[in-house]
Every structure is written in structure tokens, then in C-alpha cells.
């Protein structure tokens, strides 16, 4: 059996979260996603890029292609079970660009 020296360590986890793109099922950290949020209080639908609110959630890639996928086929808005706003389109796409 091979022994530790001193400064070993082996991590017990992984640092960086990840998710599922809803539109391309693409896995990959969280800071690289958008993340549309239904609030547990309110019921609205929110892109939340600080991940400190809490709600059902989807993750999407960011890029134009996913965004338009995900439209397409009406994903969000079944998944979330929420009507999408033209505010938070427009509001996606910004951030897109």
C-alpha cells in the first residue's frame, strides 16, 4: 500500500456545479448557463444570474441556438409550467449578445 506524504489531499468533491442544458441536454458549469428561475413567492418567471433565489429553475447554454430550441418548442414554459413573457425573451437575448 502506497503511503500519503504530507500535502496530499484528495478532494472529496468536485468545486464546480453543474447542470443540463433543457434545450441540447449539454452538460456544463453553472457559470457558463443562464438560468431562468419561477420564484416560490411570486410565481413570476426571472433570469436570475446570481443563483441566491430559490424556485423551480432551468438552465440553458448561451448561445442563440439553444435560445431558439427551446422557444421552438415551447420547453420552457411546460417545464416551468409558467407563461413566458416577451420581457424575458428580449431579456435572455440581451444577455446574449
Known sequence: MKNKQQ??????????????????????????????LKENSTGALVLNPDNKTFGRSVYICKSKECLIKVMKK????????????????????????
Open 7 to 36: 500535502g496530499d489531499t484528495i478532494p472529496l468533491f468536485s468545486k464546480t456545479i453543474e447542470r443540463k442544458c433543457v434545450a441540447c441536454s449539454k452538460i456544463q458549469d453553472r457559470k457558463n448557463m443562464i438560468r431562468i
Open 74 to 97: 415551447n420547453k420552457l414554459s411546460k417545464i416551468l409550467k409558467a407563461n413566458i413573457s416577451e420581457n424575458l425573451i428580449k431579456e435572455i437575448e440581451s444577455v446574449l449578445n
